[in-house]
């Protein structure tokens, strides 16, 4: 008997590469939550009655954009057996997200989990989206092991360590809430003390001491207490991580690999700061209520981390792809260029210039 699932899975896998369909496959149980409640898919930080699934996408970004090099290497181990994995696999994680989404009394029984364990209940959402990322991580981490073998796991490490710092990043939101978690709130201080040396550069009244930044605005005054999630200090770290192993895995010299993953942390960074900076001009210059600088807070984060990735990973591509042009545009150095002889001999005659032996 066999299952349907896998039926087309087979017929599937005579259509497609082995990389592609592993893919389509990865990609289904993310577009299907997609599909079911894609008002939960905004690009910010859970918590606080909203959920931020928009990282989720990019897990899939960062799968495809390492296929481009992994599909060429991989090689398939697909079988019946195999195929037949891959559609359990497929039905288990689209059975969860499904749950999570439309049975209230599944999503309660997870959250019920959490609190159980001990994460914070004002925090819930954050362990929520742990689980996401928990699942989407094992279904991904399991799929390529069935089509690839367990070192493909190599092969797709760039997605597979941002699936898994989201989950770690919400897990210690979950359990350590506020600034509890004093590493990573000293970051977020640090971001504070940025914000505030810009302010004091361009003339703005946006003060800022230890995590508290002071806006004294337009039209009224906020006083915004930070923790770390609420300034991306989460994104700081996993996106640095990520620039790091990307430019790793380029086919480039050690020391432009060293340059890349040097301005992408340090654009990644940068990037943090101006985007709290934003916020607190916006809230200098146009907020009315402390509700305008939250949704402000929330769009800008949308906007910022995506062009940036994105643009990050363009510019690398397109330097290395004209570096790599001229080096095979450039002529052999020297007068001399040695040639092999006819017959496939395996000693050379040397040629000078002029075409003289």
């Known amino acids: 008997m066999h299952s349907p699932a896998g039926s087309l899975i087979g017929r599937m896998s005579h259509r497609l590469k082995a990389a ?3 893919l389509v496959l990865s990609a289904i149980p993310v577009l299907f939550l997609l599909v079911l ?13 909203k959920l931020g699934r928009g990282g989720l996408l990019f897990v899939l970004f960062f799968l495809a954009f ?26 288990l994680t689209m059975l969860y997200f499904g749950a999570v989404a439309l049975v209230t009394p599944f999503t309660d029984s997870v959250y019920s989990v959490g609190r159980i364990l001990g994460a914070s209940g004002e925090f819930s959402n954050s362990w929520l989206m742990a689980m996401d990322y928990l699942v989407l991580s094992l279904y991904i981490i399991g799929l390529a092991t069935v089509f690839f073998g367990p070192r493909a796991i190599l092969g797709i490490f760039t ?5 898994a710092g989201m989950l770690v990043m919400y897990l210690l939101d979950a359990f350590f809430p506020y600034g509890s978690l004093g590493p990573l709130q000293f970051w ?18 946006v003060y800022g001491y230890g995590n508290v930044l002071t806006i004294a605005g337009k039209h009224g005054t906020f006083r915004l207490v930070v923790f770390w999630p609420s300034v991306g200090v989460h994104s700081m770290l996993i996106y640095s991580l990520v620039m790091i192993l990307l430019a790793a895995k380029l086919d480039a010299p ?9 301005v992408g942390v340090a654009g990644t960074m940068f990037l943090n700061v101006m985007r709290i900076f934003l ?5 200098y210059a146009y907020a009315i209520t402390g509700d305008d600088l939250d949704a402000f807070h929330n769009s800008i984060g949308e906007l910022l981390f995506p062009i940036w990735i994105v643009a990050f990973l363009a510019i690398v591509l397109s330097v290395e792809g004209r570096l790599s042009a001229r080096a095979k545009h450039v002529p052999a150095q020297g007068p001399e260029a040695a040639v092999p002889l006819p017959d496939g001999q395996n000693s050379y005659v040397v040629i000078d210039s002029l075409g003289r032996e």
């Not at 409640?37 to 009655?49: D, N, Q």
């Not at 390492?66 to 359990?88: H, P, Q, W, Y």
């Open 20 to 22: 592609d369909m592993f």
């Open 37 to 49: 409640v894609p008002e939960t898919f905004g690009l910010s930080w859970a918590g606080f009655g």
């Open 66 to 91: 390492e296929l481009m090099d992994f599909r060429k290497t991989a090689s398939s181990r697909l079988n019946r057996n195999r195929e037949i994995g891959s559609a359990v696999l497929l039905m």
């Open 159 to 163: 997605a597979v360590v941002f699936s």
């Open 188 to 205: 977020a201080n640090f971001i504070v003390a940025g914000v505030a040396f810009l302010s004091r550069v361009f003339g703005l009244p």
């Open 254 to 262: 050690a020391k432009r690999k060293l340059i890349y993953a040097a």
């Open 279 to 283: 916020i607190a001009l916006y809230g």
